[in-house]
């Protein structure tokens, strides 16, 4: 069984501001995680993934988030906040070999504020 | 390229009325599959479909049912629509078999009023 675990429903920043947004996850088996955006009224899309090998997994928008084993961690950062990256971000975890199925995490809501 | 495409956008019943959304993909991926999203639960997991001509149950398949008409297409039935139901689904598609490839591609979503 797998299972993700998004600490802080919603988060605030100032524009500028690092960006930290934390997922933990649980899982019986090695995991691949992901991290999703939603925009406003729109489907989710593919931030980063760590499958395998380097342990910092840089996306797009500046994002970067760091597979740390010791904490069964995955958590999101980036350096300086931007308006437009207000917006839910979704964890999701799933079994190593691909696999049929990702778990979500509930989401973190993120405001940038002026 | 349209990817995966999502009918209708927005949909309100009454309940006991029954409705299907459809779902369709372009890529030639072979699995589908149907997501509601409720507000602070997330996204949680209705139906699959690992490849054409199977289907599985996700965490929450009750008063649901599905039909992967071929590789393309993966529809999301409500026989009997309860206001519980009221949600937004996502359909996603993904390729298998491929190392690394848990990626999904999401629809816009639907959003469905159950009154």
């Known amino acids: 069984a797998q299972s993700v675990t998004q600490l802080g429903s919603h988060v605030s920043v100032s524009e500028g501001a690092l960006v930290l947004l934390r997922c933990n996850y649980s899982?019986?088996?090695?995991?691949?995680l992901f991290w999703y955006v939603q925009y406003p009224n729109q489907g989710l899309q593919l931030l980063l993934k760590y499958t395998t090998g380097a342990t910092l997994v840089k996306g797009i928008n500046g994002f970067e988030a760091e597979f740390k084993k010791s904490e069964t961690s995955f958590h999101l950062t980036k350096p300086s906040a931007h308006m437009s990256d207000a917006a839910e971000y979704f964890c999701a975890v799933s079994r190593t070999g691909g696999g049929n199925k990702l778990t979500f995490g509930t989401g973190t809501q993120l405001k940038v504020e002026l | 390229n349209a990817g995966v495409t999502q009918t209708p956008k927005f949909q309100v019943l009454k309940t006991g009325q029954s409705m299907t959304l459809q779902c369709a993909q372009d890529m030639n991926h072979n699995s589908m599959y149907w997501y509601r999203q409720d507000p602070g639960m997330g996204l949680r997991l209705i139906y699959y479909?690992?490849?054409?001509?199977?289907?599985d149950k996700g965490e929450v398949p009750n008063g649901y049912n599905v039909s992967r008409l071929n590789k393309r297409e993966f529809s999301l039935r409500l026989e009997s629509a309860a206001p519980s139901q009221t949600s937004v689904y996502f359909c996603?598609?993904?390729?298998?078999?491929?190392?690394?490839?848990?990626?999904?591609?999401f629809g816009a979503g639907s959003r469905l009023t159950v009154l």
């Open positions: 479909s690992a490849s054409e001509g199977t289907t």
């Open positions: 899982s019986s088996v090695p995991p691949y």
């Open positions: 996603a598609s993904k390729v298998t078999g491929f190392p690394g490839a848990n990626v999904l591609t």
